[in-house]
């Protein structure tokens, strides 16, 4: 899959993405970031947009509460 145009999709489907690349791939969300040719705050953004934000402790999105 290419990663670089996966900042256009639905952010709920990024989110599962995200979090399994996190997972498996990146150890942080500034390697996912450049995995996905985007900024790190470009990804928060979208992220927030349906309530998570990525905690850098899990390393993973995690909802807001």
């Known amino acids: 899959m290419d990663m670089t145009k996966c900042i256009h999709?639905?952010?709920?489907?990024?989110l599962g993405?995200?979090?399994d690349r996190l997972r498996h791939e990146c150890n942080n969300l500034h390697s996912l970031a450049?995995?996905?040719d985007v900024k790190d705050k470009q990804l928060?953004?979208?992220m927030a947009e349906?309530?998570?934000h990525?905690?850098?402790k899990l390393n993973q999105f995690r909802p807001n509460v």
């Open 9 to 14: 999709m639905d952010a709920n489907i990024l």
């Open 17 to 19: 993405i995200a979090n």
């Open 34 to 36: 450049a995995l996905m």
């Open 44 to 46: 928060e953004k979208k």
């Open 50 to 52: 349906i309530g998570f």
């Open 54 to 56: 990525y905690e850098e």
